[in-house]
């Protein structure tokens, strides 16, 4: 049975190198999702095999949605759904802009929840799915909400859908969150302490889960942490 990823942000990024690592030797068909069709399909390219792009904006979350069920048809089914992409507007409680806190919303928290929606009901009828939130220690409240004050509301917003949807969904569809650490990506920097081949291990990890694996955890380095 060919298993089939969807990976949101995997032109660049983490996104990218967890889009990688699944259609290497884990023999997975990866469907590489980018806000521009053209990015969406040069990573298409790369990855070679059966992988494709598909251009999917999250600042649009149901249109979003209605092109990951066309992809789960068309494919018979997205076992696996990997809600990577993400924004990190600047600013505090007293000067973030009032509409960067909602794109920012809109791609992080409103986005996965759409594609949620769409695929996990098809998940569960065929009794398999991993679902994964790439999060971040700034949407802990554990680790004090660090970071700009719309990327952490929409992060732990991200981690709360992780923990509804573990506990709602059937145990054969996973729900969990990942932390990937600070990374170097156009949003880490360059001083970041990962590379985001190292920053993809632990979504990989959770996206080809074994049936015994754990459901509603946020982890990082393969570890649980709290929330
Ligand atoms: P990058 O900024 O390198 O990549 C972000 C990705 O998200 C890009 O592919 C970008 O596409 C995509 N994206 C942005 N807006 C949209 C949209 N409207 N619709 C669809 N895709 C969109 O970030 P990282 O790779 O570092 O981040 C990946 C994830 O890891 C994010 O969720 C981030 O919050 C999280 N994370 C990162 C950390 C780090 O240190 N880097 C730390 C903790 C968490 P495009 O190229 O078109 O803009």
Redesign the pocket.
């Known amino acids: 049975m060919i298993r089939t990823a969807l990976v949101?942000?995997?032109?660049?990024?983490?996104?990218l190198e967890i889009a990688r690592a699944l259609s290497g030797p884990a023999g997975i068909r990866v469907v590489a999702a980018?806000?521009?069709a053209a990015?969406a399909d040069a990573v298409a390219t790369e990855l070679g095999g059966d992988a494709v792009g598909a251009a999917?904006?999250?600042?649009h979350p149901f249109e979003a949605a209605r092109v990951a069920e066309r992809l789960d048809e068309r494919f018979g089914g997205i076992d696996i759904l990997v809600n990577?992409?993400?924004?990190?507007p600047a600013g505090g409680i007293l000067d973030a802009d009032l509409e960067d806190f909602q794109r920012c919303l809109a791609?992080?928290t409103v986005?996965p929840f759409a594609l949620i929606r769409a695929l996990a009901p098809r998940m569960q009828r065929r009794g398999r799915g991993r679902i994964v939130n790439?999060?971040?220690?700034?949407g802990s409240f554990a680790e004090r909400l660090g970071g700009p004050v719309a990327y952490s509301a929409s992060?732990a917003a991200l981690n709360a859908l992780t923990v509804s949807a573990a506990a709602e969904l059937d145990p054969a569809v996973k729900v969990n969150s990942v932390?990937?650490?600070?990374?170097r990506?156009?949003?880490?920097g360059p001083q970041?302490t990962r590379s985001?081949e190292e920053a993809a291990d632990t979504p990989v990890w959770l996206a080809t889960l074994a049936d015994d694996g754990p459901t509603g955890g946020f982890f990082r380095r393969r570890q649980p942490i709290p929330w």
Do not use: E, Q
């Open positions: 949101t942000g995997a032109n660049r990024g983490i996104g980018a806000r521009r990015d999917l904006d999250l600042l990577n992409a993400g924004i990190m791609v992080n986005g790439v999060s971040s220690g700034w992060k932390c990937p650490g600070w990374v990506t156009r949003m880490g970041a985001p």
